[in-house]
């Protein structure tokens, strides 16, 4: 097999799959073929470049090298949850506590389904700055005042813009990227979310797109397992969206049977490719069907081994946009992500939400 010239590089790394195995070794259910099988760490949940920018034959690895210096203090980020999970409240330093937050934001963003949804998420801010004249955006493609009132006067009647140009998959999610990921996630993780450790009754599997958001009863909730049996929950009420608070305050709950449940029916139901454990359990369909007949679903992501290659693919940072229908638009964002009107949409994000 010939070589790959990019580097490996995981959207979830080593160091959290590490607590899924035994010996190094996952127990990894593979979707698509209704099976298990095992696995190691290095080819789990990473592609050859996947986090690489590859455009005019220079490849930037800049996320990649971010990446892996916050992965540098999550064993004692992570030590410091286990610990925190043997008492009831537990205030972390302010080191750790950032660290984990930053940790999640990157999680999040590097997750193949925000990938996916890069295009949609920009073009919705793309949209909303031209119909204001303003925004960051508009300054960095470089728009024409002439252009802007051409498209504006376009969207005020109904129309829509486009992309058109090919390629450009990997370059929309980095733009995404460090757009939202500090100043909307890592804000908001940091900030604004109360976080739980929950002890769990059974072991949870984690799956490729690792935080589960949920809203329910205008509550946003984020959630991750973070070992089989530790369960890390994050409780945003929309009320509390302008509440900020420096606090580094962990509180610890024992998750209830029932709940437990029903977390690991919606992680099986949320995983788009795989899911790993530290052992296997036989009845994933029947699990999905229960998230789905509970009101569950969640987007799908089309041409996911595209998405998770993308980084391989030489990427024009040369955006050419048009015009286009209501109707074209769809067909447009729908060739990324489709079903996205379910209740549980694992959201991208908008500077504009």
């Known amino acids: 097999m010939k070589k790959s010239p990019y580097q490996n590089q995981h959207y979830i790394s080593k160091v959290l799959l590490r607590r899924f195995s035994k010996n190094g070794v996952l127990q990894k259910y593979h979707v698509e073929h209704d099976s298990w099988g095992q696995a190691g760490l290095e080819n789990t949940f990473a592609h050859f470049g996947y986090t690489q920018l590859l455009s005019n034959g220079a490849i930037d690895n800049t996320l990649e090298t971010a990446f892996g210096k916050l992965e540098t203090l999550m064993p004692k980020a992570l030590a410091a949850l286990d610990d925190a999970a043997t008492r009831e409240k537990t205030a972390l330093s302010v080191k750790l506590y950032s660290a984990f937050c930053w940790y999640l934001a990157f999680l999040h963003c590097l997750s193949p389904f925000f990938k996916a949804k890069s295009p949609e998420d920009f073009l919705h801010d793309l949209h909303v700055q031209m119909i204001n004249r303003n925004g960051d955006l508009l300054d960095a493609i470089k728009f024409t005042k002439q252009e802007i009132e051409q498209y504006r006067a ?11 140009s090919q390629h450009c998959l990997q370059f929309l999610h980095r733009v995404q990227f460090n757009r939202v990921c500090k100043a909307v996630f890592y804000y908001q993780f940091r900030y604004v979310t109360t976080w739980h450790i929950c002890r769990s009754p059974i072991d949870l599997p984690l799956c490729d797109v690792a935080i589960t958001p949920i809203l329910a009863r205008d509550i946003h909730w984020y959630s991750i397992p973070i070992s089989p049996r530790l369960f890390l929950v994050g409780r945003i009420p929309q009320t509390a969206k302008n509440r900020v608070s420096k606090e580094t305050i962990v509180h610890t709950v024992d998750l209830p049977l029932r709940n437990a449940e029903n977390w690991k029916d919606l992680i099986c139901l949320q995983a788009r490719v795989a899911l790993i454990s530290k052992e296997r359990f036989p009845d994933i369909a029947e699990r999905k069907k229960r998230a789905i007949e509970a009101g569950h679903a969640f987007a799908n992501i089309q041409e996911i081994d595209k998405v998770i290659s993308a980084g391989t693919v ?15 638009f769809e067909a447009f964002t729908n060739k990324f992500v489709t079903n996205k009107n379910s209740p549980d949409l694992l959201s991208g994000a908008t500077t504009a939400d």
């Open 314 to 328: 030489e990427n024009l940072a040369d955006l050419k946009f048009k015009r286009v229908s209501q109707k074209e």
């Open 154 to 164: 376009s969207i005020l009647n109904g129309d829509k813009i486009v992309i058109d």
